[in-house]
């Protein structure tokens, strides 16, 4: 039976076969490794109603169909800690992400993304939209949506910088102490960037900082990036640190606020002191 990573495609030139014992064929898996892997969101169909990915097992295949797997057993067999429920209000719901968890899946899979476990333990059962993104090493409150015009809703309200986030952070070195927050103003891939960085508490033992951290854009990395460029490495930034780091990365997404785009009523979500970050 093949292991580690590898991809197959089956064009469906007759009707009646099942998706799982086409693939099992057709890839040599068994068929528990080929429902695993379909449960777990790397089988897709394409037909004309688009491309999907495909769960079922026992779905019949039809002439002109095509199946796609996308088989990586250490993608399939990663596990990470659950998230957990802060908010549901129905339309949209408020959520604490943990350390590995993904915001958005890929063809290898999505059965640790943030939208597929709130598709399957909320109750009642909803769908998902990803309004905005953490990254995999960040932790920290995260909004998604369960109707897709609320979606977009709340997505106009990030683009329009009507939704206040905030985040703690730590950094290496001692960061000057400051009445009024610095805010830096650099550019990221050639797109505006804002940051407002807040001191809080400095460790001399440790030499770390920690700060909290306002953000009016949202760049890809654009915390780490912009702390990184004025000599504040984010702790355990293994990407724009300055040389090899252990830890988790010290980045948590700990306030939100915004205008419900249902009620029209302020919103506010703090995470918890014990979901913080502490020098």
Avoid at 48 to 72: H, I, W
Avoid at 200 to 210: F, M
Avoid at 245 to 258: I, K, V
Wanted: net charge positive; with cysteine.
């Amino acid at each position: 039976m093949p292991t580690g990573h590898f991809e197959c495609s089956i064009n469906i030139t007759t009707s009646h076969e099942t998706a799982a014992a086409l693939l099992a064929e057709a890839s040599g898996l068994s068929k528990s490794h080929v429902k695993q892997a379909m449960q777990k969101g790397a089988v897709w169909l394409k037909n004309k109603r688009g491309t999907r990915r495909l769960r079922r097992m026992d779905r019949v295949m039809k002439e002109g169909d095509k199946l796609y797997l996308y088989y990586n057993e250490k993608i399939l067999l990663k596990q990470v800690d659950p998230p957990q429920l802060f908010a549901d209000e129905g339309s949209y719901s408020v959520w604490y992400k943990p350390y590995g968890m993904l915001s958005q899946g890929s063809k290898w899979g999505d059965h640790f993304v943030i939208t597929r476990w709130a598709e399957q333990h909320l109750v009642p059962q909803r769908p998902a939209f990803i309004v905005h993104r953490l990254d995999r090493a960040a932790t920290g409150l995260i909004l998604i949506a369960h109707k897709k015009k609320i979606a977009a809703a709340l997505s106009k309200l990030f683009q329009e910088r009507a939704l206040i986030k905030k985040y703690q952070v730590i950094v290496q070195g001692r960061f000057p102490e400051q009445d009024s927050p610095l805010t830096i103003d650099a550019d990221l891939d050639n797109r505006s960037a804002l940051t407002h960085v807040h001191y809080i508490k400095y460790d001399p033992i440790k030499d770390r900082t920690l700060l909290e951290v306002r953000i009016e854009t949202g760049r890809k990395h654009q915390i780490r990036r912009h702390l990184g460029s004025i000599g504040f490495p984010v702790v355990g930034d293994r990407m724009y640190g300055q040389g090899p780091d252990t830890e988790d990365l010290q980045l948590t997404a700990c306030y939100l606020s915004f205008i419900c785009p249902v009620s029209g009523e302020v919103r506010k979500y703090r995470l918890p002191e014990d979901l913080k970050l502490h020098l």
